[in-house]
Structures are given as structure tokens and as C-alpha cells.
């Protein structure tokens, strides 16, 4: 399965911007679906933003607007810009391949802290 490690989260005010990146351990062109998904405290994972091979993207309705996947295949990296940030956005990060993250392990992901 492929892996990915998440970074760039860290603590910012609500209004806030931050991108955070995922490195892949293959290359992201054999990947048909990778998303971003995210983790609260006592919830579900949750998708946020998916982007295929082809570019084709969807966002959860939470989002947006708001935030913004894309990817650099020539550094097997997809990028998740989020600007606005709001209180509920407080979550651990991850990147996952597949529909639903089924065709890839949940690495270490990234914390998101939007706090005043």
C-alpha cells in the first residue's frame, strides 16, 4: 500500500491560512484518488478534499470555498491549501488514496489547531 507523510499543520488564529503537504512513497500518477481527510477529537474521519489522476476535484460542503487540493506529480506531493480557517477545522490531517483511504495506511498526520 502506498504511504504518505503529512506536514505543515501547527496552531493559527480563526481567519488563518496554512497549506500543508503530503509526500507520497509512489509515484502519485499511479494513483487514481488521494484525499485529504481529517480526524477531531471524538468524530469520525472525515473527507475533506479529494483530487484524481486526471485533476478531477470535489470538496466536502464544510470546505468549500475555503480550501483548496491540488497536487505536484513531480514531487509525488498534494498540497492542501486552507485559508479562513475556523474553529471546527480543528482536527489531525491525512492523507489517504483510494475512494474512501482504503489503498493506503493512515501515516502519523499532521495537527490542525485553529484557536484564538
Known amino acids: 500500500q502506498v504511504q504518505f507523510v503529512e506536514s505543515g499543520g501547527g496552531l493559527v488564529q480563526p481567519g488563518g491560512s496554512l497549506t500543508l503537504s503530503c509526500v507520497a512513497s509512489?509515484?502519485?500518477?499511479?494513483?487514481?484518488?488521494i484525499g485529504w481527510y481529517r480526524q477531531a477529537p471524538g468524530k469520525q474521519r472525515e473527507r475533506v478534499a479529494r483530487?484524481?489522476?486526471?485533476?478531477?476535484?470535489h470538496y466536502a460542503n464544510s470546505v468549500k470555498g475555503r480550501f483548496t487540493i491540488s497536487k505536484d506529480n513531480a514531487k509525488n506531493t498534494v498540497y492542501l491549501q486552507m485559508n479562513n480557517l475556523k474553529f471546527e477545522d480543528t482536527a489531525v490531517y491525512y492523507c489517504?488514496?483510494?475512494?474512501?483511504?482504503?489503498?493506503?495506511?493512515w501515516g502519523q498526520g499532521t495537527q490542525v489547531t485553529v484557536s484564538s
Open positions: 509512489e509515484n502519485i500518477l499511479n494513483i487514481l484518488l
Open positions: 483530487i484524481s489522476s486526471g485533476d478531477n476535484i
Open positions: 489517504g488514496a483510494g475512494i474512501n483511504g482504503e489503498e493506503s495506511s
